[in-house]
Nanobody, 115 residues
Framework: QVQLVESGGGLVQAGGSLRLSCAVS????????MAWYRQAPGKQRELVAAIISGGSTNYADSVKGRFTISRGNAKNTVWLSMNSLKPEDTAVYYCKVVRGTFDYWGQGTQVTVSS
């Protein structure tokens, strides 16, 4: 089992920055992907950014150049640094890790960007 706890969400003005953290515990060996997703009201959950075991990353087009995903060497923490935030970034942000064929999700953290 893997447990994930997100933190760092909050209310910020447009143009501001936030850094989300996801603490990962439990059976963290063989984790091959760590990612952030978000879900806005009335919308489907979408991939924001991901980092795979080799260290390569990919981002949603809407956040490229503004968001950065990174992780600790022990793969027990993953961060999402968010700059130049926009009102359309408002959503609940979820951390996800993939271990083998299983996906593990955190409980989510709210990010609200005011205009």
């Amino acid at each position: 089992q893997v447990q994930l706890v997100e933190s760092g969400g909050g209310l910020v003005q447009a143009g501001g920055s936030l850094r989300l953290s996801c603490a990962v515990s439990g059976s963290i060996f063989s984790i091959n992907t760590m990612a952030w997703y978000r879900q806005a009201p009335g919308k489907q959950r979408e991939l924001v950014a991901a980092i795979i075991s080799g260290g390569s990353t990919n981002y949603a087009d809407s956040v490229k150049g503004r968001f950065t995903i990174s992780r600790g060497n022990a793969k027990n923490t993953v961060w999402l640094s968010m700059n130049s935030l926009k009102p359309e970034d408002t959503a609940v942000y979820y951390c996800k890790v993939v271990r083998g064929t299983f996906d593990y999700w955190g409980q989510g953290t709210q990010v609200t960007v005011s205009s």
